[in-house]
C-alpha cells in the first residue's frame, strides 16, 4: 500500500522559511514527485516537481524561492521554500508518480496535506 506522509508545515512570517517533507513508502518504483498547494477558495496548482532524473521544474509563482529536491536511498522529497509571502498560504500536498509493485503500470498517489500560513 502506498502511502505518502508530509510534515514540516507551519505558521511564518513573511520573508520567513519553511521546509517540507514527503515520506514515501509502499512503491516498488517512484517516477516523478510534484508539491501542489490549494488555497482556499482556488484550484489545487502544482508548484514543483523533479523527475527521477533529478530535472526540476517550478511555477512561476515560485521560482527562484522554493527548491524541490528528493532522496531516492531514504524514499524521501522536500520542498525548502524561502522568501515566503502571504499569498503562499495553503494547504501543500506531495504527489508521486510511481509503481506500487512490479506488475501494476505507474500511478499517481497523494498525501494527505500540511497547512502552511504566512503572516504578513
Known amino acids: 500500500q502506498v502511502q505518502l506522509v508530509e510534515s514540516g508545515g507551519g505558521l511564518v512570517q513573511a520573508g520567513g522559511s519553511l521546509r517540507l517533507s514527503c515520506a514515501v513508502s509502499g512503491t516498488f518504483s517512484i517516477n516523478a514527485i510534484g508539491w501542489s498547494r490549494q488555497a482556499p477558495g482556488k484550484q489545487r496548482e502544482l508548484v514543483a516537481d523533479?523527475?527521477?532524473?533529478?530535472?526540476?521544474s517550478y511555477a512561476d509563482s515560485v521560482k527562484g524561492r522554493f527548491t524541490i529536491s528528493r532522496d531516492n536511498a531514504k524514499n524521501m522529497a522536500y520542498l525548502q521554500m524561502s522568501s515566503l509571502k502571504p499569498e503562499d498560504t495553503a494547504v501543500y500536498y506531495c504527489?508521486?508518480?510511481?509503481?506500487?509493485?512490479?506488475?501494476?503500470?505507474?500511478?499517481?498517489?497523494w498525501g494527505q496535506g500540511t497547512q502552511d500560513t504566512v503572516s504578513s
Open positions: 504527489n508521486v508518480w510511481a509503481r506500487p509493485n512490479f506488475v501494476e503500470p505507474v500511478k499517481d498517489y
Open positions: 523533479i523527475n527521477s532524473g533529478g530535472s526540476t
